[in-house]
């Protein structure tokens, strides 16, 4: 005989643990020394303030920032990594922006490329509009969530001190993978890179010799 499936009560989620915090990192710097790991990775970043840090970071042409639009980053990523399948790729992004394509992940999943990581810098708000509060501060869990789109390597990160650990995880651990960073929310010094888009993709597709200089 089979099994009933089990069902879920309202007073199991209305207990379900909350997500927050602790959110004590440091987003500049912890980019920043992740980034040293990258080697020939390539990084797209989603709008607004991982883009800031990427290039505050030091800018170069394997950077693909974005600019305007929210939910688009782990797509272009992972985009990216299916045609460029011998390059290390990373999608960096806010929790904001990651909530709005969140449909993106179960694509990765489906489409698993082996050299694809995915980190949200989650600070649990909107910072850039006004610090709004975002859904992985309730009880939306960002790891559980990829894990049930189907990526089985995720990984939490809340001390400052772990950025090799995840460095090596998302440049080496075989993809895909998904990590969330906790972070502060801080009112860092804008940090803005070119802005045109066509400009930004010329140089991009330029490093990986898809373009004539
Ligand atoms: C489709 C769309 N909706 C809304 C906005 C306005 N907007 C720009 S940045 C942002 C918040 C981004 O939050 P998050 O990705 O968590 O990054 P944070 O700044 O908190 O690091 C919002 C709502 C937008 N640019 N695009």
New binding site residues.
Partial sequence: MTKAPEKTTRSQVKDAPKNAGPNQIDRRSFVKDLLQHRGSGLVVT?????TWDLFASGDQPENLYSW????LSVSTALGIALAQPDRRVLAL??????M?GIGSLGVVADQAPGNLGILV?D?E?????GRQK?LSSGRADLCAIARGFGIAETMLVTEQGKSADLAKFLFTTKGPVFAVAKIAVTEDPWKLPEKDGAAISLRFRQALGLEPR
Avoid: K
Wanted: no cysteine; charged share 15%; proline share 4%.
């Fill in positions: 989603g709008l607004g303030s991982p305007g639009g929210m939910g992004t806010g929790d904001g922006e990651m709005m810098l600070n708000r909107f910072a850039e509009t975002g």
